[in-house]
T-cell receptor, first 113, second 111 residues
Framework: EDKVVQSPLSLVVHEGDTVTLNCSYEVTNFRSLLWYKQEKKAPTFLFMLTSSGIEKKSGRLSSILDKKELFSILNITATQTGDSAVYLCAEPNSGGSNYKLTFGKGTLLTVNP | NAGVTQTPKFQVLKTGQSMTLQCAQDMNHEYMSWYRQDPGMGLRLIHYSVGAGITDQGEVPNGYNVSRSTTEDFPLRLLSAAPSQTSVYFC??????????FGDGTRLSIL
């Protein structure tokens, strides 16, 4: 059975800090790994990673995948209070498509002013 | 742009009652899924559909039914509500090899 483990489960930082969130996975037939941000309601898509070693970047957020060591990291630089959210990592179950996602438990990030 | 619309946003049921959570998408996506989110558990897949008339079970399907009569709609039915089904339910849709878009969720309490 596919498994996605995120760490840490919660993290409290001050505005301006840089944070690194971790996601390790054990999957058969790897296809992709996805990151979502969840504030009060719907998870919103951040990144989809398919290739090892290629960094994806969006503003202060970036993510990279290591298919050999089976993990991904999500970096947030110069954190702001608006970055406070649960960050979810997910992968398509058993190599299926993105409609059958297995999620990790999430990392709750709190950014204090 | 509506995206994925879920109704109702909140619902309280008594044990044994049945109800249907509605999900509609206006992006012409062929794939739709239902997840539940419980504290400390992340999101877990209940049922999914790869197109009109085709549905299949996910990780936690017991106690739930789905149907997909049109591309746009994917309702989730609770047959006989139990307190263990108290959760937040999310519907999502996507097209091939694209990330899922999620609705805002339905918060369901079973007394």
């Amino acid at each position: 059975e596919d498994k996605v483990v995120q760490s840490p489960l919660s993290l409290v930082v001050h505005e301006g800090d840089t944070v690194t969130l971790n996601c390790s996975y054990e999957v058969t037939n790897f296809r992709s790994l996805l990151w979502y941000k969840q504030e009060k309601k719907a998870p919103t898509f951040l990144f989809m990673l398919t290739s090892s070693g290629i960094e994806k970047k969006s503003g202060r957020l970036s993510s990279i995948l290591d298919k050999k060591e089976l993990f991904s990291i999500l970096n947030i630089t110069a954190t702001q209070t608006g970055d406070s959210a649960v960050y979810l990592c997910a992968e398509p179950n058993s190599g299926g498509s993105n409609y059958k996602l297995t999620f990790g438990k999430g990392t709750l990030l709190t950014v204090n002013p | 742009n509506a995206g994925v619309t879920q109704t109702p946003k909140f619902q309280v049921l008594k044990t044994g009652q049945s109800m249907t959570l509605q999900c509609a998408q206006d992006m012409n996506h062929e794939y739709m899924s239902w997840y539940r989110q419980d504290p400390g558990m992340g999101l877990r897949l209940i049922h999914y559909s790869v197109g009109a008339g085709i549905t299949d079970q996910g990780e936690v399907p017991n106690g739930y039914n789905v149907s997909r009569s049109t591309t746009e709609d994917f309702p989730l039915r609770l047959l006989s509500a139990a307190p263990s089904q108290t959760s937040v339910y999310f519907c999502a849709s996507s097209s091939a090899n694209q990330p899922q878009h999620f609705g805002d969720g339905t918060r369901l309490s079973i007394l």
